[in-house]
């Protein structure tokens, strides 16, 4: 069993930065590979990022590639999202969520955090 918390959502201007972070509870997590998925407004949830247990494969949507960085702590039980040259469609509600699979598919993913929001202002 693993339980998620996300933080370190907020307010930010177009072109800024956030990190978002992960916290993880329960041994068995740094066996589970972890990913980020948002879901704005009237929209569907869709794939961010996600990287292995062992944070040596990673993984991001072609909407985000080369301005967030994904990334896990498995001493500290905690996985991160480091977001850059933020757009407002970057707005949403982002989850962090693990699995034992390695997938970029919502589905696969049983263990899910509540969400932190994220607003990006233009």
């Known amino acids: 069993q693993v339980q998620l918390v996300e933080s370190g959502g907020g307010l930010v201007q177009a072109g800024g930065s956030l990190r978002l972070s992960c916290a993880a509870s329960g041994r068995t997590f740094r066996s589970y590979a972890m990913a980020w998925f948002r879901q704005a407004p009237g929209k569907e949830r869709e794939f961010v990022s996600a990287v292995s247990w062992g944070g040596g494969s990673t993984y991001y949507a072609d909407s985000v590639k080369g301005r967030f960085t994904i990334s896990r702590d498995n001493a500290k039980n905690t996985g991160n999202l480091q977001m850059n040259s933020l757009k407002p469609e970057d707005t949403a509600v982002y989850y962090c969520?693990?699995?034992?699979?390695?997938?970029?598919?919502?589905?696969?993913?049983?263990?899910w955090g509540q969400g932190t929001q994220v607003t990006v202002s233009s």
């Open positions: 969520a693990a699995d034992p699979v390695f997938s970029a598919t919502m589905a696969e993913y049983d263990y």
